[in-house]
């Protein structure tokens, strides 16, 4: 999960379909509210905001794309 003030983390291997990446406790309920970096490649950033984002890492190397079933969102209120 990750949440605001949660800084810079990576994810290792991660997988087609293996898991989830949390973001409702940034309040995001959408893929559009996220900015993607590189998506396609082997290591995809997801930024929450300037100072806080993930680098998602592919196990295998190969190209990523991650989409909206790759992320938990908030319920729009």
Excluded: C, K
Excluded at 21 to 38: E, Y
Excluded at 53 to 67: D, I, K, P, R
């Amino acid at each position: 999960m990750f949440g605001p003030d949660s800084g810079v983390d990576n994810i290792f291997d991660f997988g087609f379909g293996a898991g989830r990446i949390d973001v409702s406790q940034w309040g995001f309920t959408d893929l559009a509210d996220l900015t993607i970096v590189a998506n396609g490649t082997a290591s995809v950033e997801v930024r929450f905001d300037a100072a806080n984002y993930v680098t998602v890492n592919q196990h295998a190397g190969l190209g990523l794309t991650l989409t909206v079933g790759d992320f938990v969102f908030a319920q729009p209120s």
